[in-house]
């Protein structure tokens, strides 16, 4: 009977061995109206202050804090009440911790605002912190309008709906004969309705040339059924849809005021050529400006030459995540931060669930939404999706593809290098040779060779 191996101990470490890094660090307790704030104790004879959350309290709390000698700053990220006070101590001067609530709450017995606040300049103290993700303050700029844009978007969608059930009730198909009622065609033929018109024929010699559908078949969904009270919800619903239209307009060309602002990119325009034309029927909801060419010179690469990327998602992943990605040393730690790695459960060394972290990133989901319109493109990309989508379904299929083009990105980023598609031939050839070397080695290891089919017809023969 063998005898089994004695383990070595384990060396642990007392508490006190623990090193204080930041040993001119505050702790921040932050709600809606009072703030605590907690400093070492050999600062002031009062370590834990309450102030207000006005703004001449919060200049106060920074004097105070000053006077202190505190460098560093750690808050909790709660709602949105502490953006203001983040943004004051980093006009002071101080290196501000912005930390997950999460990782200060897996020690049970805190539940009031004073030991919150001590509890959080402790754990800052030691180092045990790690403070999450802000872009710089133009970028952060960009990201609030660009947030508040899709904000738009979306309200004025609601009144696209309006629309559609008013039609709908006064028995006016008119979207089985044009897909989008907010095209050309629709909008005339809406605006006509409001403006008093009711002959379908009128109102189907409104129809754009390009329509699919013929000015009869137009005009025979057009016999409604028309109703003041509908009427009224149809007109009330246009000038919703107008407003939040105007609104958007309005956002633009604030947006490209400060893409204006922003310096330029030092980036080389012979390695990183400016982008082409586009071709082709644009986006909905495009940018009322040439985006492309504003996001090309505050990034210097072209990102919309990936496929899936165009113009709209690239401002979604830029105003997310900056032009610099030094904050993440690999590509790894980005696309980790992004919720887009494999993350593994693991104990006693085995893998006890393999999973996908839940995230509500909107990088991440600008990524994803990027990935499965690959899906039928005659690119290397798209090659790579159906590929992934065969094997492990389409699920994993966007995830894995969302997680190359964040690689793709966080390259061309950091090298400054532009982007050129290796297209799908090129792509399968290069699948097809490696699955060639990965069958070599396995038949050498079995003692075999790998012949190919033509050579050995002629062996036969």
């Known amino acids: 009977m063998t005898k089994r191996k004695k383990k070595s101990p384990i060396d642990i470490p007392s508490l006190e061995t623990l090193l204080q890094l930041n040993l001119n660090a505050a702790g921040l307790d932050i709600g809606d109206e009072e703030i605590y704030a907690c400093v070492p104790a050999d600062r002031d004879e009062q370590p834990v202050r309450v102030s207000p959350t006005f703004t001449v309290d919060l200049y106060a709390l920074a004097d105070w804090l000053a006077a202190c000698g505190i460098d560093t700053v750690a808050m909790e990220s709660t709602g949105v009440y502490w953006i203001p006070i983040y943004e004051i101590l980093e ?7 912005l930390v997950n609530a999460r990782h200060l709450k897996n020690v049970p017995g805190r539940k009031t605002d004073v030991l919150d606040c001590q509890w959080i300049q402790q754990l800052h103290t030691y180092g045990l912190l790690r403070a999450s993700f802000r872009p710089p303050e133009e970028i952060c700029a960009l990201r609030a309008l660009a947030r508040h844009r899709d904000n738009l978007i979306r309200y004025r969608a609601a009144h696209i709906q309006h629309m559609q059930k008013a039609l ?17 065609t629709g909008m005339s033929i809406i605006r006509a309705i409001v403006a008093g018109e009711r002959r379908p024929g009128e109102l189907a010699r409104l ?3 390009k329509c699919a559908k013929s000015e009869a078949e137009i005009a025979k969904t057009l016999q409604g059924n028309y109703k003041t009270e509908h009427l009224f919800v149809l007109k009330q619903s246009l000038d919703q849809y107008d407003f939040y239209h105007q609104q958007i307009q309005e956002c633009d060309a604030e947006m490209e005021a400060m893409y204006a602002a922003l310096p330029p990119s030092e980036a080389d325009d012979q390695a990183c050529p400016p982008p082409k034309p586009r071709r082709g029927k644009p986006r909905k909801n495009q940018a009322h400006f040439d985006l492309t060419t504003s996001l ?25 995540i900056g032009v610099d990605v030094s904050p993440w040393p690999t590509v790894k730690h980005f696309t980790s931060w992004l919720c887009l790695a494999p993350y593994n459960d693991i104990s006693g060394g085995k893998v006890l ?15 994803r939404l990027a990935a499965q319109s690959v899906s039928r493109s005659q690119s290397a990309l798209g090659g790579f999706y159906r590929r992934m989508r065969a094997k492990h379904g389409p699920a994993k299929a966007n995830k894995a593809t969302a997680h190359k083009l964040a690689r793709i990105v966080y390259h061309m980023l950091k090298n400054q290098t532009a982007y050129v598609d290796p297209g799908q031939t090129y792509y399968e050839e290069q699948y097809r040779e490696r699955t060639l070397r990965n069958l070599k080695r396995k038949a050498a290891n079995l003692g075999m060779d790998l012949v190919p089919k033509t050579a050995q017809t002629l062996v036969v023969s």
């Open 91 to 97: 006009a002071r001067g101080f290196k501000v911790y």
């Open 168 to 184: 709908q009730l006064m028995n006016v198909k008119l979207t089985q004969v044009v897909s989008d009622i907010t095209g050309v």
């Open 353 to 367: 669930r393999r999973r996908s972290k839940k995230t509500q990133n909107r990088a991440t989901t600008a990524f």
């Open 207 to 209: 129809r754009n040339p």
């Open 296 to 320: 090309y010179q505050m990034v210097g690469v072209d990102l919309t030459a990936i496929d899936g990327l165009d113009a709209l998602t690239v401002q979604a992943i830029i105003t997310e």
